[in-house]
């Protein structure tokens, strides 16, 4: 068994155990074949807080990881255990996440650098809710029955749990994250194994206690820290996971999607990247939009995928807008994660400073591409990987700044003329997960609203989100929902039963024993030639129709009699029914799937006639 850490946290003068091992069938083990560790570094100090078991040399964990996952879903979990139970578990694991908020608060400011006041009240409350929202979906899993012959038969749908899930979460939220993930797949009854963020993994190893804590089965959660190319890149590619979701950049996305469609074409839900657009018309109400705005680029230190990087502002309140924005921007306090005063953290980055850098190359094209600093642009001395807001004016859709996902404090603002010039540079974009408009204006609030090409538009706001409503992206930003009722989707198959409890099939199997409902539908909806004339129901009058039945059943009968299909009569039920082999082949433009319209009488009573005679 891996051996857990005490952790130190000067500032507080107090300390946190935290288990380091893989975390497999509700036991923290050491990997199979690997000494490689992963450390954990504190992103205010440079420092290394402690190492973890990682599966870093070799994947072969990941298999034992998902194998204890099946050998849960086939046998304590998915199916076998009742909604109301999951629900109970749920419910439980989050009162145990909220009762425990102030320490895994610190160990993710500790990890991550986010303040701890907003890790407690923001990401782990909001976490808490997530869990809770989905333990009330989970004994609600619900299907359809459908009517097919109310005599003879039914059929109905279920939506069973997909089987066995990855769950690869990003730094930047990693408890938000967790939830996001393991909360629906858990209420619809899946199974899950988890790769936290190689640079942020400490809080789901500390999660994964309360996991066990709660009374989970063995098996039903597995958290594996890993990296990326060698633990992600295995879980996409497994043959034994049945579903991947993922959040993270664009360019591992479609890595992933790739490894799903070559492996066993599991299911794959992708929340990617963003460039989202801030659009404020003169009409706005400029201190609140100003103030969201503000929020849009500054929460989380910009890294958000939804970060409002672009804001656009109407030409005549351009100025005024500008003074507010500045203003608002210069009172977040970026600081020490466990000072009270701080809004915001360091970038919680790897030790080689690889995402800090990131942001200040960014910074330095805004400037060398023409961009007018008008707040932030220069380094901080000293430790920790602190980069401040910072705003650029003057700019053009072609910027590296404008154009690409920075994922740091960094705001270029623009102007429009019109609400079409507003639409247009919004759209203007590969990404589509994001988008915020400031109006009182409520026709244009509907209008742009709906022209925006985003997965999220807000009004009036910006970045909230709702455990009860639907979030996802549109364009190059993803596949799939997280959140709401439409997430469970991501993580249910749907299957439909067919149940006949009262038709009797005639063997050897032959027409005769259908009625003239079934010939009926076949005349009616397919073009047939009888003397020259093509019949066909949306070119002749029922008169005409009746007048010219019998001769156009003496003459085709024999030519429907030769092969058989399943189709759907509107009125009546699912028949078998004969159809001819000379309707028109599907590139004719008169083929009845193109121009089929239903008759302006009903048909004939179910039952045998005298035209049964005709299928001898």
Not at 430 to 458: I, K, P
Not at 523 to 544: C, E, F, M, V, Y
Not at 552 to 578: A, F, Q, Y
């Amino acid at each position: 068994m891996a051996q857990p850490v005490t952790v130190n946290i000067p500032a507080l003068n107090k300390s946190i155990i935290i288990p380091t091992g893989l975390f497999i069938n509700n036991e923290f083990v050491p990997s199979i074949d690997s000494t490689e560790r992963i450390e954990a570094v504190n992103p205010a100090t440079e420092e290394v807080i402690c190492s973890v078991v990682s599966d870093k040399a070799s994947p072969k964990d990941i298999d034992v990881a998902v194998a204890a996952a099946r050998q849960a879903f086939q046998t304590t979990w998915g199916k076998n255990v009742t909604g109301f139970e999951r629900s109970r578990l749920i419910n439980k694991l989050a009162d145990l996440i909220e009762s425990h908020a102030q320490e895994l608060a610190e160990l993710e400011s500790l990890n991550n650098g986010k303040p701890v006041r907003i890790a407690r009240d923001f990401d782990i409350g909001d976490s808490v809710q997530c869990l809770r929202y989905y333990a009330g979906w989970a004994d609600k899993i619900l299907g359809q029955t459908i009517e097919v012959d109310n005599k003879t038969k039914l059929a109905f749908t279920r939506h069973d749990p997909i089987g066995v899930t990855n769950a690869s979460i990003p730094w930047n939220y990693p408890i938000n994250m967790w939830a996001w993930k393991v909360a629906p797949a858990l209420a619809v009854g899946c199974t899950i194994v988890m790769k936290p963020s190689e640079l942020c993994p400490l809080t789901a190893l500390k999660l994964s206690e309360l996991v066990r804590e709660a009374g989970f089965p063995p098996g039903v959660v597995n958290t594996v820290p890993s990296y990326g190319p060698v633990g992600g890149a295995a879980l996409a590619a497994h043959p034994d996971v049945d579903k991947v979701a993922f959040t993270g950049s664009t360019i591992t996305g479609r890595k992933v999607m790739e490894a799903a469609a070559k492996s066993n074409l599991k299911k794959v839900s992708l929340e990617l990247g963003g460039k989202s657009p801030h659009l404020v018309f003169s009409s706005a109400d400029l201190d609140q939009a100003a103030s969201w705005a503000a929020l849009g680029i500054c929460y989380n230190t910009g890294q958000d995928c939804t970060a409002g990087s672009r804001v656009y502002v109407q030409d005549d309140i351009y100025d005024r807008f500008i003074e507010l924005l500045v203003s608002k921007v210069k009172k977040q306090v970026i600081g020490d994660g466990f000072d009270d005063a701080s809004g915001g953290g360091p970038v919680a980055i790897q030790v080689s400073k690889g995402q800090y850098d990131k942001v200040w190359n960014y910074i330095e094209s805004g400037k060398q591409e023409g961009a007018k600093t008008i707040l932030g642009g220069v380094q901080r001395t000293g430790k920790g990987f602190y980069i401040d807001p910072t705003i650029f004016t003057e700019i053009r859709p072609d910027m590296k700044i404008v154009k690409e996902e920075i994922f740091g404090p960094v705001l270029s603002v623009g102007r429009f003329t019109t609400e079409e010039d507003a639409i247009v540079l919004a759209n203007d974009t590969t990404y589509g997960l994001g988008a915020g408009l400031h109006s009182t204006d409520a026709n244009q609030c509907m209008r742009v609203a709906s022209a925006l090409e985003a997965g999220t538009v807000w009004i009036n706001q910006y970045n909230l989100l709702n455990n009860n409503v639907p979030f996802g992206g549109k364009k190059q930003s993803g596949i799939g929902r997280e959140l709401g009722s439409y997430a469970l989707e991501e993580y249910t198959s749907v299957k439909a039963v067919h149940w006949n409890f009262g038709e009797k099939l005639d063997w050897p199997f032959h027409t005769k024993s259908y009625y003239w409902t079934d010939i009926y539908f076949i005349l009616a909806h397919s073009p047939i030639h009888t003397d020259g004339i093509l019949w066909k129901n949306n070119r002749h009058t029922a008169q005409d129709w009746k007048r010219q039945q019998t001769s156009i059943i003496e003459t085709h009968v024999n030519k429907m009699k030769k092969s058989l299909i399943w189709r759907r009569d509107p009125g009546i039920s699912l028949k078998k029914v004969s159809l001819a082999e000379h309707v028109y082949p599907a590139n004719e433009t008169d083929h009845p799937m193109n121009k089929a319209e239903d008759l302006a009488y009903q048909p004939w009573q179910a039952g045998k006639t005298p035209a049964e005679q005709f299928c001898q």
